[in-house]
Nanobody, 122 residues
């Protein structure tokens, strides 16, 4: 079993920044890939960013490319999402997810956190 706990969400003005954290416990964190997703009211959950086991490979949705940065600290069992130049359309519940079946970026994540709310005011 893997447990994921997100933190760092909140209310921020457009143009501002937030850093989300996801603390992971359970299986050896450095053995698997991680991702961030988000879900806005009335919309389906969408991919935001992903990172491989070592942090050497990352992937981003077009909508956040250049503004968001995913990173991980395997010594702290934590994955981060640095969000800059936030826009009102970034408002959503943000979820971190673990894909424990692979070290590399692939879909089909098998563990999810409870989510943290990010609200960007205009």
């Amino acid at each position: 079993q893997v447990q994921l706990v997100e933190s760092g969400g909140g209310l921020v003005q457009a143009g501002g920044s937030l850093r989300l954290s996801c603390a992971v416990s359970g299986r050896t964190f450095s053995n698997y890939a991680m991702g961030w997703f988000r879900q806005a009211p009335g919309k389906e959950r969408e991919f935001v960013a992903a990172i491989s086991w070592s942090g050497g490979r990352t992937s981003y949705a077009d909508s956040v490319q250049g503004r968001f940065t995913i990173s991980r600290d395997n010594a702290k069992n934590t994955v981060y999402l640095q969000m800059n130049s936030l826009k009102p359309e970034d408002t959503a519940v943000y979820y971190c997810a673990a894909n424990t079946r692979t070290r590399f970026i692939q879909p089909d994540y098998d563990y999810w956190g409870q989510g943290t709310q990010v609200t960007v005011s205009s």
